[in-house]
């Protein structure tokens, strides 16, 4: 069936170094896509998004990139700092009757390593 | 984006009773959601929380389990009926602006525990 889903669990990089966390979608009528980071005891939070008419967005110190060919989408955070580590959800909005949902992967949890 | 709070944070609940989570939103939001996350996993959509008529509920959840109500455009309540320790779980809701922006915001959640 459809799912949005994560190539890796876990991910445990240096402080300072660049992150990148992988994401694969199976609904090539997905439009739009969003990443949420999740920290411990908290909701998820808005980080970046992306329409499906662009391959590439940044924000401060993330960029989102996405390959409609490939159904692939990923999440690159710049110079990783501690407080970075959390839960990384990425999420497709697809159409549903009376409106849309979003789709939650399955998460990815980043370690920062002092 | 608005300020979105839940109550209770957490609670401890007997198997056979009910509990009831408040949502609040302090603007007005065109669309409010209530979703599941269990423990280590990743959330799942419960139901869509409609203005002044009946909530849209996905597969495998059921308004008999889980009533949903939404008075008005800034608040929304999700009871958890007949708890079983299935149920135990971070409930969390969120809200859309609607218009040009499809980004979901989210409450802090709700973990309830079912003995």
């Known amino acids: 069936g459809e799912s949005v889903g994560l190539h890796l669990p876990t991910l445990s990089v240096q402080e300072g170094d660049n992150s990148i966390i992988n994401c694969?979608?199976?609904?090539?009528?997905?439009?739009?896509?969003?990443?949420?980071k999740q920290e411990s005891?908290?909701?998820?939070?808005?980080i970046i998004d992306i329409r499906s008419n662009m391959d590439k967005r940044q924000g401060q110190r993330v960029t989102v990139l996405l390959n409609k060919t490939v159904k692939?989408?990923?999440?690159?955070?710049?110079?990783?700092?501690?407080g970075d580590s959390?839960?990384?959800?990425?999420?497709?909005?697809?159409?549903?009757?009376?409106?849309?949902?979003?789709?939650?992967g399955a998460g990815t949890?980043?370690?920062?390593?002092? | 984006?608005?300020?979105?709070?839940?109550?209770?944070s957490r609670d401890i609940c007997q198997r056979g009773t009910s509990l009831?989570?408040?949502?609040?939103?302090?603007s007005q939001v065109t669309m409010m959601f209530w979703y599941r996350q269990q423990p280590g996993q990743s959330l799942t959509l419960i139901a869509t929380a409609n203005q002044g008529s009946e909530a849209t509920y996905e597969s495998g959840f059921v308004i008999d389990k889980f009533p949903i109500s939404r008075p008005n455009l800034t608040f929304s309540t999700l009871t958890v009926?007949?708890?079983?320790?299935e149920d135990s779980s971070i409930y969390l809701c969120s809200y859309m602006w609607g218009g040009s922006t499809d980004t979901q915001y989210f409450g802090p959640g709700t973990r309830l525990t079912v003995l």
């Open chain 2, 20 to 26: 009831t989570i408040q949502c609040q939103v302090d």
């Open chain 2, 81 to 85: 009926s007949n708890m079983s320790p």
């Open chain 1, 72 to 82: 692939h989408l990923s999440l690159q955070i710049a110079a990783t700092q501690p």
């Open chain 1, 86 to 104: 959390a839960v990384y959800f990425c999420a497709e909005n697809k159409g549903s009757t009376g409106g849309f949902k979003t789709i939650f």
């Open chain 2, 1 to 8: 984006s608005a300020v979105i709070s839940q109550k209770p």
């Open chain 1, 41 to 46: 005891g908290k909701g998820p939070q808005f």
């Open chain 1, 109 to 114: 949890r980043l370690f920062v390593k002092a």
């Open chain 1, 24 to 36: 694969a979608y199976s609904n090539s009528a997905s439009d739009y896509f969003i990443w949420y």
